[in-house]
């Protein structure tokens, strides 16, 4: 059971029948949220570069 302790955000009750499941649903998750806030910090900062270079 060392694996839930590396992943500290994987909830114990998240799924218990099938935990290599539950872990590829917290990477999953993990790599959707870090590509989501990749694109808006991507999309943030072309806004940020735009808003400078109109108003520049």
Same mark, same amino acid.
């Given at each position: 059971?060392?694996?839930?302790?590396?992943?500290?955000?994987?909830?114990?009750?998240?799924?218990?029948?099938?935990? !290599?499941?539950?872990?590829?649903?917290?990477? %999953?998750?993990? =790599? @959707? #949220? !870090?590509?989501?806030?990749?694109?808006a910090? %991507?999309?943030? =900062? @072309? #806004?940020?570069?735009?808003?400078?270079?109109?108003? %520049?």
């Amino acid at each position: 059971m060392s694996s839930s302790e590396t992943w500290s955000s994987v909830p114990a009750t998240g799924s218990p029948q099938s935990p !290599v499941g539950g872990a590829y649903k917290v990477i %999953g998750s993990a =790599l @959707t #949220v !870090v590509v989501v806030g990749g694109l808006a910090w %991507g999309l943030t =900062l @072309t #806004v940020i570069k735009a808003v400078a270079i109109f108003t %520049g």
